[in-house]
């Protein structure tokens, strides 16, 4: 069993940025792909960014060159750096661990971002 918890969700002005943090319960990086997601209010969750052993990241096309996904083992935290943010952005994010073993998945409780234009 793997708990997430997210912070570093807020309001923020149109091309601010926000770092929103994932903690793991304990070390399952080795293991485990880990994303971010996000759900706008009326819409389906959506993959925002995704990062797999080795290093290997992946981005959903409207979060290109505005977003990094980042991780710390020591601290069993993967970070999500969000630049340049547009009120579209608005959504609740989720954190998001899944096992590369038994193909189980983990998610966190979900953090508010509001964009305002």
């Known amino acids: 069993q793997v708990q997430l918890v997210e912070s570093g969700g807020g309001l923020v002005q149109a091309g601010g940025s926000l770092r929103l943090s994932c903690a793991a319960s304990?070390?399952?990086?080795?293991?485990?792909?880990l994303g971010w997601y996000r759900q706008a209010p009326g819409k389906q969750r959506e993959l925002v960014a995704m990062?797999?052993?080795?290093?290997?990241?992946n981005y959903a096309e409207s979060v290109k060159g505005r977003f990094t996904i980042s991780t710390d083992n020591a601290k069993n935290t993967v970070y999500l750096q969000m630049n340049s943010l547009k009120p579209e952005d608005t959504a609740v994010y989720y954190c998001?661990?899944?096992?590369?073993?038994?193909?189980?998945?983990?998610w966190g409780q979900g953090t508010q971002v509001t964009v305002s234009s």
């Open positions: 304990k070390s399952i990086f080795s293991i485990y792909t």
């Open positions: 990062s797999r052993s080795g290093g290997v990241t």
């Open positions: 998001n661990a899944r096992s590369m073993i038994t193909n189980t998945n983990y």
